[in-house]
């Protein structure tokens, strides 16, 4: 589905307006590459991941824990009567591989770690399940559609399954041999195959989501061992690959081991004081040196999932908008059960202690969250939402990210990954380059800024959070604007289409602009350059005399030019003069001679050609060497 615009007039700020909070960039500051990796998904629309240029694709989620690639069939675990499952080709590992790889999407692959995987089953009912009423008749709930399987309780306790009635034993060997099978049929990572193997999924909660086969609580070195070895086993099989870990659940996983529960506890004590996080990152670090300092895990990789209902009420939007701020907040306290009434956790900084921690346990792992969902996507407060993450993500240099429940093509979620990934209908992205940006209240209005390479144009993302519209100046510095700033929106006045508004002026580093309320507006400033223009001295039928005049539109003088254009025609250029030209086929690149590279802010330099052919005005093109 491709986005749909809208040209209006948007002139006059609305007399309603407020005065919003003043809006700083500075192109020269906090410069960082963004990684294209942090706009991945799980799953979704094909279209829709197709129109944004979706970049990562994650094969994960509780039913990966036990996939068995030898026969196609997973156990769908606690999450519906851990029944065996034969999947079929689409939603088999190779299927979605390569898929995939088709088109051009990275995908991030999960190997099992637990210890079991799913044993042969049938592909219809009756399945092969964890608590078969065979063994267990009496079971607190049973599959309506296979009365044969159960939930594995009875008066709401825990029953105790038998591995080998799902489940055959698999262990490093087993993940080896996995990857090889794909190695073997689309390459290794360096030949456009897997390029990230994920070490199983969120394994704390093996004891509950797979209690059938792993009722007990996972330990330190349970993780610890069996990551390392399939670690191993991955690079064995693939050296070119990476590995990504322990992706965990959440705030507990984060911070402690299943036999700790959520916090210090003996587990803790008997492996130096470190949490789970901060022991997983030495672990695999020790590993490595113990190898010969062979890398072991390339991505430190954490769920997030806000502690938020999914309600839309105006008190759950306004929380939900807030608790962003978990990400990356040093003063920000958690409002849910794990701040000050509950776990009583310090601000979280999710992602700045993330890289706090790699850098003290296990320098130069990158970071990512292979899961997140702020929830409310079918509503402009998700769609808001979710373009403050993305910012977020880009500014504080995640390295990968994958959306778990993915928006509609046609939910406001979806507007906000076009807004960075395709805002215009054509495929034109917010900048890949972060900057500084700030703004003097980051509660009302949320800034983020960056450079695109392609054209050095700046990009600015403005999330307006609240119910008005605020009318704010942005000042830009380090930066050469061409003397307009394009205007792109998503607000609730229109919830089908981004909106392009009237350009906007951008005079000596400023630009006023009136943000609508609870919208989404991004500003798109080319950058200053060059412009060229052609005159015609004089033609006849066989050829024609013209003269270019190169004009500096910056502030600042350059030191080089290079004009460019495409003959419509069969012209072909005889001599020129004050210039360095250059023909290929229909297209010319003239560049300065040297002595006639400089100049002047507003300044401007002629360069003179002769070519055949009649003298139709082609398009010029001028940049600054």
Same mark, same amino acid.
């Given at each position: 589905?491709?986005?749909?615009?809208?040209?209006?007039?948007?002139?006059?700020?609305?007399?309603?307006?407020?005065?919003? =909070?003043?809006?700083?960039?500075?192109?020269?500051?906090?410069?960082?590459?963004?990684?294209? *990796?942090?706009?991945? +998904?799980?799953?979704?629309?094909?279209?829709?991941?197709? *129109?944004?240029?979706?970049?990562?694709?994650?094969?994960?989620?509780?039913?990966?824990?036990?996939?068995?690639?030898?026969?196609?069939?997973?156990?769908?675990?606690?999450?519906?009567?851990?029944?065996?499952?034969?999947?079929?080709?689409?939603?088999?590992?190779?299927?979605?591989?390569?898929?995939?790889?088709?088109?051009?999407?990275? &995908?991030?692959?999960?190997?099992?770690?637990?210890?079991?995987?799913?044993?042969?089953?049938?592909?219809?009912?009756?399945?092969?399940?964890?608590? =078969?009423?065979?063994?267990?008749?009496?079971?607190?709930?049973?599959?309506?559609?296979?009365?044969?399987?159960?939930?594995?309780?009875?008066?709401?306790?825990?029953?105790?399954?038998?591995?080998?009635?799902?489940?055959?034993?698999?262990?490093?060997?087993?993940?080896?041999? !996995?990857? #090889?099978?794909?190695?073997?049929?689309?390459?290794?990572?360096?030949?456009?195959?897997?390029?990230?193997?994920?070490?199983?999924?969120? =394994?704390?909660?093996?004891?509950?989501?797979?209690?059938?086969?792993?009722?007990?609580?996972?330990?330190?070195?349970?993780?610890?061992?069996?990551?390392?070895?399939?670690?191993?086993?991955?690079?064995?099989?693939?050296?070119?690959?990476?590995?990504?870990?322990?992706?965990?659940?959440?705030?507990?996983?984060?911070?402690?081991?299943?036999?700790?529960?959520?916090?210090?506890?003996?587990?803790?004590?008997?492996?130096?004081?470190?949490?789970?996080?901060?022991?997983?990152?030495?672990?695999?670090?020790?590993?490595?040196?113990?190898?010969?300092?062979?890398?072991?895990?390339?991505?430190?990789?954490?769920?997030?999932?806000?502690?938020?209902?999914?309600?839309?009420?105006?008190?759950?939007?306004?929380?939900?908008?807030?608790?962003?701020? #978990?990400?990356?907040?040093?003063?920000?306290?958690?409002?849910?059960?794990?701040?000050?009434?509950?776990?009583?956790?310090?601000? +979280?900084?999710? /992602?700045?202690?993330?890289?706090?921690?790699?850098?003290?346990?296990?320098?130069?792992?990158?970071?990512?969250?292979?899961?997140?969902?702020?929830?409310?996507?079918?509503?402009?407060?998700?769609?808001?939402?979710?373009?403050? /993450?993305?910012?977020?993500?880009?500014? *504080?240099?995640?390295?990968?990210?994958? !959306?778990?429940? *993915?928006?509609? &093509?046609?939910? =406001?979620?979806?507007?906000?990954?076009?807004?960075?990934?395709?805002?215009?209908?054509?495929?034109?992205?917010?900048?890949?380059?972060?900057?500084?940006?700030?703004?003097?209240?980051?509660?009302?209005?949320?800034?983020?800024?960056?450079?695109?390479?392609?054209?050095?144009?700046?990009?600015?993302?403005?999330?307006?959070?609240?119910?008005?519209?605020?009318?704010?100046?942005?000042?830009?510095?380090?930066?050469?604007?061409?003397?307009?700033?394009?205007?792109?929106?998503?607000?609730?006045?229109?919830?089908?289409?981004?909106?392009?508004?009237?350009?906007?002026?951008?005079?000596?580093?400023?630009?006023?602009?009136?943000?609508?309320?609870?919208?989404?507006?991004? +500003?798109?400033?080319?950058?200053?350059?060059?412009?060229?223009?052609?005159?015609?001295?004089?033609?006849?039928?066989?050829?024609?005399?013209?003269?270019?005049?190169?004009?500096?539109?910056?502030?600042?003088?350059?030191?080089?030019?290079?004009?460019?254009?495409?003959?419509?025609?069969?012209?072909?250029?005889?001599?020129?003069?004050?210039?360095?030209?250059?023909?290929?086929?229909? #297209?010319?690149?003239?560049?300065?001679?040297?002595?006639?590279?400089?100049?002047?802010?507003?300044?401007?330099?002629?360069?003179?050609?002769?070519?055949?052919?009649?003298?139709? %005005?082609?398009?010029?093109?001028?940049? %600054?060497?």
């Amino acid at each position: 589905m491709a986005t749909s615009l809208v040209a209006v007039t948007l002139t006059a700020p609305p007399a309603s307006a407020a005065d919003g =909070p003043a809006l700083s960039i500075d192109v020269s500051a906090a410069r960082h590459p963004i990684s294209p *990796e942090i706009y991945g +998904l799980n799953g979704g629309d094909p279209a829709f991941n197709a *129109e944004i240029g979706q970049s990562v694709a994650r094969w994960g989620g509780n039913a990966s824990s036990r996939y068995n690639f030898k026969n196609h069939t997973y156990n769908t675990g606690s999450d519906w009567y851990f029944e065996n499952i034969v999947a079929d080709q689409e939603h088999s590992v190779e299927g979605m591989v390569g898929s995939n790889l088709a088109r051009g999407i990275k &995908p991030v692959v999960t190997v099992p770690l637990s210890g079991w995987v799913a044993k042969d089953s049938p592909s219809s009912h009756p399945f092969a399940c964890g608590f =078969p009423a065979t063994r267990f008749p009496q079971q607190d709930s049973f599959d309506q559609w296979d009365p044969n399987c159960g939930n594995g309780k009875l008066n709401q306790e825990n029953l105790t399954g038998v591995p080998t009635d799902t489940s055959v034993p698999a262990d490093a060997a087993f993940d080896g041999e !996995m990857v #090889s099978h794909l190695v073997d049929q689309f390459g290794t990572a360096a030949q456009g195959g897997v390029p990230i193997y994920e070490l199983d999924n969120e =394994p704390v909660l093996w004891s509950s989501t797979h209690r059938d086969v792993h009722p007990e609580p996972v330990s330190d070195d349970e993780l610890g061992t069996k990551g390392t070895a399939a670690a191993a086993a991955i690079k064995a099989a693939d050296p070119t690959a990476a590995v990504l870990g322990p992706s965990g659940w959440g705030y507990c996983e984060w911070v402690a081991s299943g036999v700790d529960g959520c916090g210090p506890g003996a587990d803790s004590a008997a492996h130096g004081g470190l949490n789970l996080s901060q022991w997983y990152l030495k672990n695999m670090k020790d590993y490595s040196d113990a190898h010969g300092g062979k890398r072991y895990l390339d991505y430190f990789d954490q769920h997030f999932y806000p502690q938020i209902s999914g309600d839309k009420t105006p008190e759950a939007n306004a929380l939900r908008l807030r608790s962003i701020r #978990s990400l990356w907040d040093p003063t920000y306290v958690e409002e849910s059960w794990i701040g000050p009434s509950g776990v009583n956790a310090p601000p +979280l900084q999710f /992602i700045r202690t993330m890289k706090s921690w790699v850098d003290r346990y296990n320098p130069g792992t990158k970071t990512a969250i292979t899961e997140y969902n702020w929830g409310a996507l079918d509503d402009i407060n998700g769609a808001l939402a979710e373009a403050d /993450i993305l910012g977020v993500f880009g500014r *504080e240099g995640l390295d990968l990210a994958t !959306m778990w429940g *993915e928006p509609k &093509p046609t939910d =406001p979620g979806a507007y906000a990954f076009r807004m960075y990934r395709n805002y215009d209908g054509t495929g034109d992205r917010f900048g890949d380059v972060s900057v500084s940006a700030t703004a003097a209240d980051q509660g009302q209005l949320a800034v983020y800024a960056a450079q695109r390479s392609s054209d050095q144009a700046l990009t600015v993302m403005v999330v307006n959070k609240t119910g008005g519209d605020l009318t704010s100046p942005l000042s830009v510095a380090g930066f050469d604007n061409a003397g307009a700033a394009q205007r792109f929106t998503y607000s609730p006045a229109d919830l089908s289409a981004i909106v392009r508004g009237d350009d906007l002026p951008a005079s000596n580093g400023h630009v006023d602009a009136t943000y609508p309320a609870n919208s989404i507006t991004l +500003l798109v400033l080319p950058a200053a350059g060059c412009s060229a223009s052609l005159h015609v001295n004089g033609d006849w039928s066989t050829g024609h005399v013209a003269t270019v005049t190169v004009t500096n539109n910056r502030r600042t003088a350059i030191t080089g030019w290079k004009v460019s254009w495409t003959w419509p025609g069969d012209q072909q250029v005889t001599n020129s003069w004050n210039t360095t030209l250059k023909q290929n086929a229909a #297209s010319v690149v003239a560049t300065d001679a040297g002595w006639n590279g400089r100049i002047g802010a507003g300044g401007s330099t002629t360069f003179g050609f002769q070519a055949s052919g009649t003298a139709p %005005p082609p398009t010029l093109n001028c940049k %600054p060497a």
